[in-house]
């Protein structure tokens, strides 16, 4: 299997802040990367796949970057919304594989 | 709109076999753009692959649930279902049902159903 690695597994930040997560693949995995968001009680929400390509919907504060095993989801400028536990995943071969996620708090 | 539900008990006695289905709507099973996928989350931790099916009935399984798992595709109801055999603890969790569209990512999910293992 594919092991994804998260860091950090949690940060605080504020409103307006500029956040980085990083999601690294245990080999290469090409551009075959998603991002998701979880909030309590809810199902994840993909945000970006393809490692770069926002899912339709998505604000345009979020983007990701990266290829082979080095990957990151950037929110530009966060929003109350925010604040929840972020997933990375990788779609290249199966099993899936999740990073261990990366819980965004206030500050 | 593509909607998924989860159904199923959700209490089952250590030993014995979960058993769930996922009912689709908005879209045919029969797709061969999806994977029908499985992910489970035990309380306060994250996300597990379980297995999927394809249309055909081709099926990937996690080698961690191989060997007492079994996905399979419903095309008459436009279903899929999961059966885990052999429960502990370990396996309580809630349970998702979701649509993988390959490099596109899990793009819908069921809003989750959580199960319990008791002794």
């Known amino acids: 299997d594919i092991q994804m690695t998260q860091s950090p597994s949690s940060v605080s930040a504020s409103v307006g802040d500029r956040v980085t997560i990083t999601c690294r693949a245990s080999q290469g995995i090409n551009d075959f990367l998603a991002w998701y968001q979880q909030k309590p009680g809810k199902a994840p929400k993909l945000l970006i796949f393809a490692t770069s390509n926002l899912e339709l919907g998505v604000p345009s504060r979020f983007s990701g970057s990266g290829s082979g095993t080095d990957f990151t989801l950037t929110i530009s400028s966060l929003q109350p919304e925010d604040f929840a536990i972020y997933y990375c995943?990788?779609?290249?071969?199966?099993?899936?594989?999740f990073g261990q996620g990366t819980k965004l708090e206030v500050k | 709109q593509v909607q998924l539900q989860e159904s199923g008990p959700g209490l089952v006695k250590s030993s014995e076999t979960l058993s769930l289905t996922c009912t689709v709507s908005?879209?045919?099973?029969?797709?061969?753009?999806?994977?029908w996928a499985w992910i489970r989350q035990p309380p306060g931790k994250g996300l597990e692959y379980i297995g999927s099916?394809?249309?055909?009935?081709?099926?990937d399984y996690n080698p961690s649930f191989e060997s007492r798992l079994t996905v399979s595709v419903d095309m008459s109801k436009n279903q899929f279902s999961l059966k885990l055999t052999s429960v502990t603890a370990a396996d309580t969790a809630v349970y998702f049902c979701?649509?993988?569209?390959?490099?596109?990512?899990?793009?819908?999910w069921g809003q989750g159903a959580l199960v319990t293992v008791s002794s």
């Open positions: 908005g879209d045919s099973i029969s797709s061969n753009s999806h994977y």
């Open positions: 979701a649509r993988d569209t390959f490099s596109a990512g899990i793009q819908r």
């Open positions: 099916v394809f249309y055909d009935g081709t099926t």
């Open positions: 995943q990788q779609a290249k071969s199966f099993p899936r594989t």
